[in-house]
């Protein structure tokens, strides 16, 4: 599979959503929280408290809708500086409560419109991945379809980040490379290559700890077994003092 085929994949219609997510792992227990307590509930970040085996968490999200209305409703998973700090809020909350936290990302980045420029939206990113280094509580971001730029980062700085297969990360788009570099769009799957944007190649650069497989159809299987993992991680990383905790995510970040 070319890294042009993941892109694809991963911005794939019928790909599952964080919703999809959030309501095959946690059910009814998941208790949506809105708003940032400054501006505004931006809906293309999702954000709440969930039980998982028996313990609550925190479980933070960016949402792309799954048809036209509700992309549009969610401004296709790009977050406005109200859904960072939104998102911000909560783990904070989380920090205080000794809650663990979860993002599910999958955005093509964070909204570049004057009015998310107006409101801080680079401030807002930049405190995101500021506080999220210093969050004395265990962090796992799982990149779920595709992470764009600091709009995906801002919800990526966790202890462990994990990417399903067909998943891809990047520092921009592969339109948008191709353009910078080449002045030339239609370069799009030479620019796929050139960004190791795949999961694959984000591994043996030692840039996530973990590869989720995705079978042809997605079952209940898959989720539960998602599931079970998720505990299990979070079991091990509250096990860790907070300390060493903080050391060990400021190291991994570092070493990049």
């Known amino acids: 599979m070319s890294a042009f085929d993941s892109v694809t994949a991963a911005r794939a219609n019928d ?10 792992i946690f059910g ?4 949506e929280l809105h708003g940032d307590r400054r501006f505004a509930d931006d809906k293309a970040v999702i954000g709440g408290i969930a039980e998982l085996g028996g313990k609550p968490v925190t479980v933070i999200a960016l949402e792309k809708g799954r048809n036209l209305k509700e992309r549009v409703e969610r401004n296709f998973g790009s977050a406005h500086p109200e859904g960072y700090r939104k998102a911000l809020r909560l783990m904070k909350q989380a920090e205080k409560f000794h809650r663990p936290v979860l ?15 107006e409101r801080g939206q680079g401030q807002a990113i930049a405190e995101n991945l500021m506080e999220m ?15 764009g730029s600091g709009g995906a980062l801002a919800l990526a700085v966790a202890d ?15 339109e948008g490379c191709a353009s910078i570099l080449w002045k030339d769009s ?3 799957a030479e620019a796929s290559e050139c960004l190791k944007l795949t999961s694959q190649d984000l591994f043996k650069l030692g840039v996530i700890e973990r590869i989720i497989r995705e079978p ?5 299987v898959m989720f539960d077994s998602f599931k079970t993992l998720i505990g299990q991680t ?23």
């Open 186 to 188: 239609t370069k799009t």
């Open 15 to 24: 790909r599952p959503t964080a919703i999809d997510y959030i309501t095959r």
């Open 160 to 174: 462990e980040v994990w990417m399903l297969e067909n998943a891809i990360y990047s520092v921009i788009s592969p």
């Open 216 to 220: 042809k159809t997605v079952d209940s």
């Open 103 to 117: 993002c599910f990302v999958d955005t093509s980045g964070a909204y570049c419109g004057i009015g998310a420029e």
């Open 234 to 256: 979070f079991e091990k990383l509250s096990a860790v003092d907070t300390e060493t905790l903080l050391a060990k995510r400021y190291n991994r970040f570092r070493k990049f």
């Open 133 to 147: 280094m210093t969050l004395k509580t265990p962090v796992l971001s799982i990149l779920i379809g595709e992470g």
């Open 28 to 31: 009814d227990s998941f208790i």
